[in-house]
């Protein structure tokens, strides 16, 4: 694990898209959520580094921008699983199988709600409803959509993420996953985005 506090410098093209972005505002500060898109993109997440970043672009201070890091839930930050798992929780789904689908994941990943695996690869996440209520329990892999996520398909989805990985459900029995509110930052493992 490293830390996420190197400087961050943009790619030139970046920059530049950056700075035409910033141009169009009187106000920086009003570009601020796009900028972390921007920063996001180009370093597979939003660390610490990219937060000082975002700040001196816009010309706000850092923790004005982790205000809106931490509010914007979906920006990707350090400690979320290179493959980031989001089960919907809200009614719906939470009558339609929310319950079930986190045991299955836990029977394969070990990984239970705000928990990231011992090696970065997965992250779990209870979330507000995604908007596909009629077909439950939904859930979103790295923002990809699926729904229907319980017994066989998401038996499927977790083999397949599996596959990608070279990983095997033994690879995560008997570890302790790690807790995501321990803001242990996890970049060891190549985020692509
Ligand atoms: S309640 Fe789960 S998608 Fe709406």
Redesign the pocket.
């Known amino acids: 694990m490293n830390s996420t506090t190197e400087e961050r410098t943009l790619p030139s093209a970046a920059q530049a898209e950056a700075d035409e972005l910033l141009a169009e505002f009187p106000n920086k500060k009003s570009a601020l959520l796009m900028i972390l898109r921007i920063v996001e993109r180009e370093f597979g997440m939003i660390d610490d580094g990219g937060l000082a970043l975002a700040a001196k672009l816009c010309e706000v201070s850092p923790a004005h921008v982790l205000g809106m890091a931490s509010f914007y839930t979906h920006f990707k930050r350090p400690w979320h699983g290179k493959h980031r798992l989001m089960v919907?929780a809200?009614?719906?789904?939470a009558l339609g199988g929310t319950k079930q689908a986190l045991e299955q994941i836990h029977r394969t990943l070990g990984l239970r709600p705000g928990e990231i695996t011992h090696d970065g690869v997965f992250s779990l996440e209870k979330v507000e409803?995604?908007?596909?209520?009629d077909r439950?329990?939904?859930m979103q892999v790295n923002f990809k959509h699926h729904v229907k996520m319980h017994g066989e398909a998401l038996d499927r989805l977790l083999a397949e993420l599996l596959a990608t990985e070279k990983k095997t459900p033994a690879d995560y029995e008997n570890q302790t996953p790690i807790k995501m509110n321990a803001a242990i930052p996890i970049v060891s493992v190549k985020q692509d985005m």
Do not use: I, Q, V, W
């Not at 409803?129 to 209520?133: I, M």
């Open positions: 919907c809200t009614l719906m789904c409803c995604l908007a596909d209520c439950p329990p939904a």
